[in-house]
């Protein structure tokens, strides 16, 4: 099954403010239909980078059965991730950059390679505001969270990672 996950993530004075994610998925069914879900939640103090993450976490959390995913984002700081193979030195090095720093937001890097264990995956990184339909409608959908009620805590955002 060939599915298509667009994210963006938004955060209100980044970082130490609210922020929210926007999630899309496409899937095309057997008979040609496409099936379309949309996720977002906003939280109260988190940092951009955390967002764009929760966005994808929460696209491949959504996944019931083993996926081909390409995954469109406009965060070069999770495309690049994958697609210069940081998060594989990171892991490697036990989660320290390669300036011997702990690398940032580790529990949500730690969510996501869970994640995606069952699934394929391949990061195509967009322009954001740049009239691609999907990533507008991700950051539509994360910017409502962000400046929603019933916010949402971030466990680890209150770090500033």
Known sequence: MKVTLYSDGSARGNPNGPGGYGCVLHYTDSKGELHVREYSAGYKQTTNNRMELMGVITGFEALTKPCEVTVVSDSKYVTDAFNQKWIDSWVRNNWRT???????????????LEAMKPHTAEFIWVKGHAGHPENERCDEL?????????????????MLQ
């Open 142 to 158: 994360a910017t409502k969270a962000a400046d929603g009620d019933n916010l949402l805590d971030d466990a680890n955002g209150a």
């Open 98 to 112: 390669a300036g011997k720093k702990d690398v940032k937001n580790i529990d949500l890097w730690q969510r996501l």
